[in-house]
């Protein structure tokens, strides 16, 4: 054989068995993505601000939400407990827009998932080698189904729910109505609709829950709706790629609806002046298979 030819082949060959040896694993992982899914637990652990258990106050009721879509602006790994905002690694930026007037997220643009839905992907060679600890996402809108009691009748009802720091909404669709707004709406704005008939409205300011465990070493500002929580088993991210990485955020949605009473009975009545107060979900849980 041509030794030139024979030298040629001993090269490719050595090129393609260099490709997979452990040497040099990534060389081959451009494929390989990190899968992030959302899922909605009725039973997980309802916390407060602090990230402890939280009951429903006095005077107020509450019900978990069948949520059937979400959507985020922001997701950050963290590596510790003093890392503050901002200063992870950032693997999702959702669209922002000042058409409004201050800079809001841009609903016409942003993404959305459901229950064990996959909400984005992106490849796993983009991350930055380290141990993760710690999960930050930025929540921009909810909507889902509640049961509501009017004329002595209950029923269902879905609730859309913007709980982003601020968004500029032209308009969303409610059960096939169009809701027309054409402006920047602060946290808390919602619409809700059962039966053809919609309402609107604001939740005060402030009142909306954002569990954050690490309130005290790393803050989030205010009307922010960065919700943090903790890998049962830490994303430990070597850099040696060899598969698929799916990391499920799990929010806790135990009594995320919440109300003030007027007829103390636990039913949700906006015909007699029962007023939403919170819709933020009760906590999460990261976890990274």
């Known amino acids: 054989m041509n030794p030139l030819k024979m030298l040629i082949g001993l090269l490719i060959f050595s090129s393609i068995i260099s490709c997979k040896s452990d040497d040099d694993v990534n060389c081959c992982d451009d494929d390989y993505k990190l899968i992030v899914k959302f899922k909605f637990d009725p039973n997980q652990e309802r916390l407060n601000n602090f990230g402890l258990p939280s009951d429903i106050p006095i005077g107020n009721a509450a019900q978990s939400p069948d949520i059937g879509r979400m959507s985020a602006n922001y997701i ?3 590596p510790s407990a003093l890392t503050p905002l901002g200063e992870g690694v950032i693997i999702f930026n959702g669209a922002e827009t000042n058409a409004g007037g201050a800079k809001a997220i841009d609903f016409q643009s942003a993404s959305f998932a459901g229950n064990n839905e996959v909400f984005f992907e992106m490849p796993l060679n983009e991350i930055p080698e380290g141990e993760y600890n710690w999960v930050r996402i930025s929540l921009a809108y909810q ?7 009017t004329n002595g009748i209950e029923i269902e009802g879905t609730l859309a729910s913007f709980v982003g720091y601020n968004t500029y909404i032209t308009s969303f669709d409610l059960n096939n109505t169009t809701v027309d707004v054409n402006e920047n709406k602060l946290q808390g704005f919602w619409a809700f609709e059962a039966l053809g ?4 409205g604001q939740a005060p300011e402030g009142a909306i829950t954002v569990p954050n465990p690490l309130f005290d070493t790393s803050p989030i500002p205010q009307g922010s709706c960065v919700v943090t929580g903790q890998f049962e088993n830490s994303f430990n991210h070597t850099g040696i790629i060899s598969e698929d990485k799916e990391l499920t955020l799990s929010f ?3 009594n995320s609806f919440e109300w003030t009473e007027v007829n103390s009975d636990g039913k949700f009545e906006p015909a007699i002046g029962e007023q939403v107060v919170d819709m933020g979900l009760r906590g999460l849980i990261p976890a990274i298979n």
């Open 143 to 149: 909507e889902g189904n509640v049961d509501v009691l």
């Open 76 to 78: 950050e790994l963290a």
């Open 197 to 200: 008939f919609l309402s609107q």
């Open 252 to 254: 806790s949605i135990n």
